[in-house]
């Protein structure tokens, strides 16, 4: 089956830098839009980067000018580069993509575990 796995996450401290990896593996024929989510504790999980096959992106006005989401098709796999990291910043972060399967012709999401990046000094 197909399998997202994360890297990257840590302790940064604020205006720091940190970049997170996201590979996929399994049976796949396509890998069509994928994203980077997060989450606090009691807040809604928030879809804040995302890119589609072609590499066009999108950006959440809280994170805009600082991070910059791509991608490698041959590795099947997004990046996240966070730069001038911000307190708030603190989440666990998840990697989303929407993965074509070999026995299918549509797309299914499929989640990362999530890495958790805590910006504190």
């Known amino acids: 089956q197909v399998q997202l796995v994360e890297s990257g996450g840590g302790l940064v401290q604020p205006g720091g830098s940190l970049r997170l990896s996201c590979a996929a593996s399994?049976?796949?024929?396509?890998?069509?839009?994928m994203g980077w989510y997060r989450q606090v504790p009691g807040k809604e999980r928030e879809l804040f980067a995302a890119?589609?096959?072609?590499?066009?992106?999108n950006y959440a006005d809280s994170v805009k000018g600082r991070f910059t989401i791509s991608r490698d098709n041959a590795k099947n796999t997004v990046y996240l580069q966070m730069n001038s990291l911000k307190p708030e910043d603190t989440a666990v972060y998840y990697c989303?993509?929407?993965?074509?399967?070999?026995?299918?012709?549509?797309?299914?999401?499929?989640w990362g575990k999530g890495t958790l990046v805590t910006v504190s000094s």
């Open positions: 989303n993509a929407d993965v074509v399967a070999d026995p299918y012709y549509y797309g299914m999401d499929y």
């Open positions: 399994g049976s796949i024929f396509s890998i069509n839009a």
């Open positions: 890119i589609t096959r072609r590499g066009s992106t």
